[in-house]
């Protein structure tokens, strides 16, 4: 069986954590490398080239889980730059 790898380069990406501790913001960027690659997996389409994406706005509790927030924000990520939205 062969494995169709797609290498994904993220220049930036900005995240506003407000209303999230300093301490759980950087648990949740910790994180959000594993996450991010789980949830492209999970996503079938290829990547689409852009210069920006929005990926929009996640409501979470001001002290969230890390990974689970982490998790959330990647599949967000994730079914952006896939095209399918979220």
Known sequence: MTTQRTRLHIE?????????????AHAVADALGPALRQAMA???QAPRSAASLDGGR?????????????????????????????
């Not at 930036?12 to 759980?24: F, H, T, V």
């Not at 996640?58 to 939205?85: E, F, M, N, W, Y």
């Open 12 to 24: 930036r990406l900005a995240l506003d954590l407000r209303g999230i501790s300093p301490e759980k």
């Open 42 to 44: 999970v996503h079938s």
């Open 58 to 86: 996640i409501a979470s509790a001001a002290a969230p889980d890390a990974t689970a927030l982490a998790a959330r924000i990647a599949q967000r990520v994730a079914g952006t730059v896939k095209g399918g939205g979220s």
